[in-house]
């Protein structure tokens, strides 16, 4: 009879699952597999070909891969008509975003509060999304015009002094900062109603949607506690809104960050390059004035600049739906 006892016998190892080819699990890869390759290829691989060529001498028809490093950003950094893009993409993204925003729901509440014919307004509003921005700066540029458009009607009224709208050259405040007069172009302003004019039906559908999600009983609650209407609209409805502002101020501030087609059928750079924004002289830098390097650094700032948006909102994103 055996000395050891059960106790004292050494413990197997439970075999370890087999690892190698699984069909089920392989199927998900597989089916994704292909975008993957697209996406890698023509998104991330050319964002790398273009961050390559804004660090070499490419300014010519001769194709060169010499490498000088960042003088084409310095270079960009040093140029009035970029610091002028820059000053005009500040004041467009500023107001474009913000008005956009509170046109969008103010109309929301509007058409939210059981109006008759609401589905003729909602339709109203919402039409100007389907258009172009290319139709729309075509059709604000005869509007808007100095000699056409509502300037006849101010006009009419008696107003002797019309507004010069997209042609004026006038910066408020006048501050020179460096090279530039810092401030606000009054021929933005002009664009900026444009790019309202068509973005406000979106944000109004956003805002619609979520007014909608938010419960009546919640409403109702606040009531029997005493508040007001404009206290329900600022501790209740504002709060339960704030995604849905955030997703808007990510998607306008894209949009307003890389804009080309409007300003490019409205007014073009501007006298002064007043309207002139980074998307417009990436364009006549690269396609026009054969400048590769110096266009492809315009696109990668472009870039980074979108970046700065969508980057954080991604990352809180994922943060968030992490278990």
């Known amino acids: 009879m055996s000395d050891i006892t059960t106790a004292e016998l050494p413990i197997q190892p439970s075999p370890k699952p087999r690892r190698g080819w699984n069909l089920t699990k392989s199927i998900p890869i597989l089916m994704i597999l292909p975008s993957l390759i697209v996406i890698g290829i023509f998104v991330y691989g050319f964002i790398g070909r273009t961050a390559f060529v804004s660090l070499t001498d490419w300014n010519t028809l001769v194709k060169s891969n010499h490498f000088i490093g960042l003088d084409n950003y310095r270079f960009?950094?040093?140029?009035?008509r970029f610091q002028s893009d820059l000053r005009n993409t500040l004041a467009f993204t500023v107001l474009f975003i913000a008005l956009s925003m509170f046109a969008g729901l103010f109309l929301a509440?509007?058409?939210d509060s059981k109006i008759k014919g609401e589905t003729f307004f909602r339709n109203v509003f919402i039409f100007p999304m389907s258009l172009s921005f290319i139709v729309t700066g075509v059709v604000w540029q005869w509007i808007l015009s100095p000699k056409t458009?509502?300037?006849?009607?101010l006009s009419g009224l008696g107003l002797k002094d019309v507004p010069n709208w997209y042609v004026s050259t006038t910066i408020i405040p006048s501050l020179h900062l460096g090279q530039i007069q810092f401030g606000l172009p009054l021929a933005v302003i002009a664009v900026v109603i444009a790019a309202v004019w068509q973005m406000t039906g979106f944000a109004m559908a956003m805002y619609l949607a979520g007014l909608r999600a938010i419960s009546d009983d919640l409403r109702e609650a606040a009531r029997v506690d005493g508040a007001t209407e404009g206290q329900i609209f600022r501790k209740?409805?504002?709060?339960?809104?704030?995604?849905?502002?955030?997703?808007?101020?990510i998607i306008l501030a894209h949009i307003s960050l890389k804009i080309f087609d409007l300003i490019y059928a409205m007014t073009g750079p501007g006298a002064m390059f007043v309207t002139d924004v980074p998307g417009m002289y990436m364009f006549e830098t690269t396609f026009r004035g054969n400048h590769y390097a110096q266009g492809a650094g315009i696109a990668i700032i472009m870039l980074l600049f979108v970046s700065?948006?969508?980057?954080p909102y991604l990352i809180t994103?994922?943060?968030?739906?992490?278990p």
């Open 76 to 80: 960009l950094f040093q140029d009035f």
């Open 109 to 111: 509440r509007m058409v």
């Open 308 to 311: 700065l948006f969508i980057v």
């Open 236 to 249: 209740v409805i504002i709060p339960q809104l704030k995604p849905i502002s955030m997703s808007l101020i």
């Open 149 to 153: 458009g509502v300037n006849l009607l």
């Open 317 to 322: 994103s994922f943060r968030k739906e992490r």
